[in-house]
């Protein structure tokens, strides 16, 4: 177990190293300017902000391990995301991804879905490339990709952790309802970004 953690933070690691050699191209402003940039970008985004307490939520519903694993999962494969935004590289249909994020995964905390762990790992995985890149491709000129990098990641478990407070309400019977509410808010959330994404 201690490996496999020690494994997914050197990934994440990687791919934020690999994000300082394109920030060789933005480097400008200082390391804590990138670091609140990045860190403010993912919660002042709505649809950013429902899908990632919704990754918390769905974990804390589904208990061990899926608690930690999706949150980890999650960032792991956004910063990921993220690299592929930095280098430009062309990815269509993000704002549709990150809508359906929303949908999908509030409908699974909203129905109480169980699917098998490695499925939901691999759901997560998907949505969390669309945030990343958003991320990666918004980079303001001037700022540090590193720092930047960091920022958000640190902002994206943040709200993992929130989701994971509000789903611990789960295991009692008045705390179902609230769990599986705010699932369907987050999914009501989703759906109102997907029709602006398609209008």
């Known amino acids: 177990m201690r490996g496999g953690s020690n494994r997914n933070t050197g990934l994440v690691v990687t791919a934020?190293?690999?994000?300082?050699?394109?920030?060789?191209?933005?480097?400008?402003?200082?390391?804590?300017?990138?670091?609140?940039?990045?860190?403010?970008?993912?919660?002042?985004?709505?649809?950013?902000?429902?899908?990632?307490?919704?990754?918390?939520?769905?974990?804390?519903?589904?208990?061990?391990?899926?608690?930690?694993?999706?949150?980890?999962?999650?960032?792991?494969?956004?910063?990921f995301g993220g690299f592929l935004g930095l280098l430009g590289v062309s990815l269509s249909g993000v704002e549709i991804g990150i809508a359906l994020s929303g949908i999908l995964l509030?409908?699974?905390?909203?129905?109480?879905?169980r699917p098998p762990l490695v499925a939901a790992a691999i759901l997560v995985g998907v949505f969390a490339i669309f945030h990343g890149?958003?991320?990666?491709?918004?980079?303001?000129?001037?700022?540090?990709?590193?720092?930047?990098?960091?920022?958000?990641?640190?902002?994206?478990?943040?709200?993992?952790a929130t989701g994971i407070v509000i789903g611990l309400l789960y295991q009692w019977p008045w705390g179902k309802i609230t769990v599986r509410?705010?699932?369907?808010?987050?999914g009501a959330v989703g759906a109102l970004f997907l029709w602006n994404a398609l209008a």
């Open 181 to 186: 509410a705010a699932g369907g808010a987050v």
């Open 16 to 79: 934020l190293l690999l994000s300082a050699g394109v920030a060789e191209a933005h480097v400008g402003t200082g390391g804590a300017s990138g670091l609140a940039v990045g860190f403010l970008h993912p919660i002042t985004g709505l649809d950013h902000v429902v899908a990632m307490i919704a990754v918390g939520l769905w974990g804390a519903q589904l208990g061990k391990p899926a608690i930690w694993l999706l949150p980890i999962t999650f960032p792991l494969v956004m910063a």
């Open 106 to 113: 509030g409908a699974a905390v909203l129905a109480e879905i």
């Open 133 to 160: 890149y958003a991320h990666g491709a918004e980079l303001p000129p001037g700022e540090n990709a590193l720092f930047f990098s960091l920022g958000f990641v640190i902002a994206t478990g943040l709200l993992h």
